[in-house]
């Protein structure tokens, strides 16, 4: 652990949400014994942070791009990629980039002093650009029925398609939020429940929230297939009610 590089995260990090807790969960693991260098898998850090790979490697990406992290080494066969933890005097921060561009002020061609009215004309449509363009880059989130699609390509059980998609309908404001929970849901499936039948219907993850909360510990494995299983024989028993019904 470093000291100095929480430190500086604490105190010159420009980032909020799970960029913040990505580059406070590398600066947690720093080994400024050798240079200040960070080799930890995306899943390790995934899991420290409690975020999915893509939520990490989105970070990762972000602080590289943004001079606080230098790729060292690629990753290999063995042994995760190795970055360098940088400590720039003057972070620089996204929205004040985007202000600095604006215009030079315009002078006035007889007395020299600055125009007002020229200022003004000037700054004001370049900061409802820059406004517009954040906006556009902060929410240019998939459609709906994208975001849906892609859920329903990536969840291991595939019935109810047109019940999951009304639910989805409805809360879509969710819509990230799931399917970043659901990559880390199918990487725990994949481990500890690889027949499909044990997984609860697509529509009961749904609407029981499931996506809201992280899934068993191993120890629960065994309590989750049998909750999978009543979930089974509940869904079975519907669908043969419902079949019966006359009306």
Known sequence: MSGKAVGYVYEKSPYTGATLAVHLAIADVVNDLHGNRFWMSTDKVAAKTRTSRRTVQTAIDTLVNDGFLVLAQKASQHFPATYLFLFPDKPTIFEVSEVQSVQPEVQSTHSGVQSETSRGATIAPELNK???????????????????????????????????????????KHSQQILDSLDVWREYWEQYVPDSQFIPYPHTWLNQERWNEPPPAESNTRTNIVLAVLDNINQQQLALETHNDPF
């Open 130 to 172: 820059t406004k517009k363009q954040r906006k556009k880059n902060t929410y240019d989130q998939p459609s709906v029925d994208q975001a849906f699609d892609t859920f329903w390509k990536n969840y291991p059980r595939k019935v109810q398609r047109k019940k999951c998609q009304a639910w989805w309908n409805r809360h879509k």
